[in-house]
């Protein structure tokens, strides 16, 4: 008996993850479709803080900044520096898409925590979008990517508030979309039958 309900809580758990990862990826692309309308309406660029970001903190950069480096420390191929500079553009923001989308879909595992916790709906939206924004706004001036929240003009405040809403939305919509499954007491969990 005592096994079955490893099992059973173990399967809830895995379940609760892998439904947060949707729901997070899900999340990355509702937010990423806002910033996408709000750049174009605004004629804003895209944002470097996750690159930033994920430098700082996993001690990694973009493929070619070595190089790029070190080709204007020699300073004699100005071709080959524009060339070295496109190139590098290019990898910071794929390298920056791919920082962003792994860690919009890593903050649906908290979406999932929090159903295993007893909170869905609207109330498990509200906590996710507090957690994901509190989170942004303590870390990115922290890692010297953005200016403390204080120091924001009021109109970015409330895009950013509205990007992460989009975002804890989605990612809302989509984890209460999907079944937990049903766990019944007559189930075995033998794993040998």
């Given at each position: 008996?005592?096994n079955?309900?490893?099992f059973?809580?173990?399967?809830?758990?895995?379940?609760?993850?892998?439904?947060?990862?949707?729901a997070?990826?899900?999340g990355?692309?509702?937010?990423t479709?806002?910033?996408?309308?709000?750049?174009?309406?605004t004629g804003?660029?895209?944002?470097?803080?996750?690159?930033?970001?994920?430098?700082?903190?996993?001690?990694?950069?973009p493929r070619g900044?070595?190089?790029?480096?070190?080709a204007?420390a020699?300073?004699?191929?100005d071709?080959?520096?524009?060339?070295?500079?496109e190139k590098?553009e290019?990898?910071?923001?794929?390298?920056?898409q791919?920082i962003h989308?792994a860690?919009?879909?890593?903050?649906?595992?908290?979406?999932?925590?929090?159903?295993l916790?007893?909170?869905r709906?609207?109330?498990?939206?509200?906590?996710?979008?507090?957690?994901?924004?509190?989170?942004?706004l303590?870390?990115l001036?922290?890692a010297?990517?953005a200016k403390?929240?204080?120091?924001?003009p009021?109109?970015?405040?409330?895009t950013?508030?509205?990007?992460?809403a989009?975002y804890?939305?989605a990612a809302?919509?989509v984890?209460?979309?999907?079944?937990a499954?049903?766990?019944?007491?007559?189930?075995?969990?033998?794993?040998?039958?």
């Amino acid at each position: 008996m005592a096994n079955n309900v490893f099992f059973i809580s173990l399967s809830k758990a895995g379940g609760a993850i892998g439904r947060g990862l949707l729901a997070g990826l899900a999340g990355t692309v509702a937010i990423t479709i806002s910033q996408m309308i709000e750049m174009k309406i605004t004629g804003r660029g895209s944002s470097d803080a996750p690159m930033k970001v994920a430098g700082k903190t996993l001690g990694v950069e973009p493929r070619g900044v070595a190089d790029l480096e070190a080709a204007k420390a020699e300073d004699n191929n100005d071709q080959q520096e524009e060339k070295l500079e496109e190139k590098v553009e290019a990898n910071k923001e794929q390298f920056s898409q791919l920082i962003h989308f792994a860690y919009g879909t890593s903050w649906g595992i908290a979406r999932g925590a929090l159903d295993l916790a007893g909170l869905r709906g609207a109330p498990a939206s509200l906590i996710h979008f507090g957690l994901v924004w509190g989170t942004a706004l303590v870390m990115l001036p922290a890692a010297g990517a953005a200016k403390p929240v204080t120091k924001w003009p009021g109109e970015q405040l409330a895009t950013d508030i509205l990007h992460h809403a989009v975002y804890a939305a989605a990612a809302g919509a989509v984890y209460d979309a999907m079944p937990a499954g049903s766990y019944s007491k007559k189930r075995k969990w033998n794993i040998f039958s």
